[in-house]
């Protein structure tokens, strides 16, 4: 098959475009890049992003590929360094590993915002944090598929989906969540971490007191030991807490950047 015109023109203008920011000026405040975590997806912020742009923020919900801790956090950081300017980073589950790693290195990262999400030290994994405290349930949810390449992409089962997940989400929409949900590869949830960027840069938790992938106790931890600026714990909410209490979550968020 011939290539298109189309492909043609978009290949002509990206051998002629100069490498550029993805914001060429800086903003006056920070650009706020949101990373999703293991069986959710971009969308999962946009009643974050919402209220982040009403208050006069850049927001940019990342697609956190869900294959490996590190190429996830090399695409992140190739991210960061596209945008001139200061950089908040927030990571929901896995999404905290992966901006963890990203961080590091980059000057322009000025606060990590950890949303139901792991912060990890060195050699500590997705796995290992979430089996140190007693809590989770998300072992019996999960449902692996084989990989023709090798290892096994994991699903939350969708019938568990709305109980486990996002419980305090209506039903109707964690019933569509569920069925549009990213997998994570079992591999990223197992690899050990590299150096924690939380022991450099100030960081912030919010967390519900009803989760059940990553246990409360584990959060509350690993938030004090990376002496958190401000830690909120919203009672009865689940693990998607971006989406149950938006505006919480983005409150934090401002906070961080207001620093």
Known sequence: MRPSAFTFAVAAALAGAPSQPLYAAPHARPTIILVHGAFAESASWNAVVSRLNKSGYRAIAAANPLRSLKADAAEVGALIRSIAGPVVLVGHSYGGPVITEAANGQPNVKALVYVAAFAPDTGESSLSLTGRFPGSTLSSAIHPVELV????????????????????????????????????????????????????????????????????AAMAFMAQRAQAVKTVRVKGASHVVMISHPA?????????ASR
Request: proline letters at 12%.
């Open 149 to 216: 390449s090798g290892g096994r992409d994991l699903y939350i089962k969708p019938d568990r989906f709305p109980s486990q997940f996002a419980a305090d989400v209506p039903r109707r929409q964690a019933a569509a969540m569920a069925v549009t949900q990213r997998p994570v590869a079992e591999a990223a949830l197992a690899e050990p971490s590299g150096t924690p960027s939380w022991k450099t840069l100030p960081s912030y938790s919010i967390y519900g007191t009803g989760d059940l992938n990553i246990p409360p």
């Open 248 to 256: 919480r979550v983005a409150s934090l968020i401002e906070l961080a």
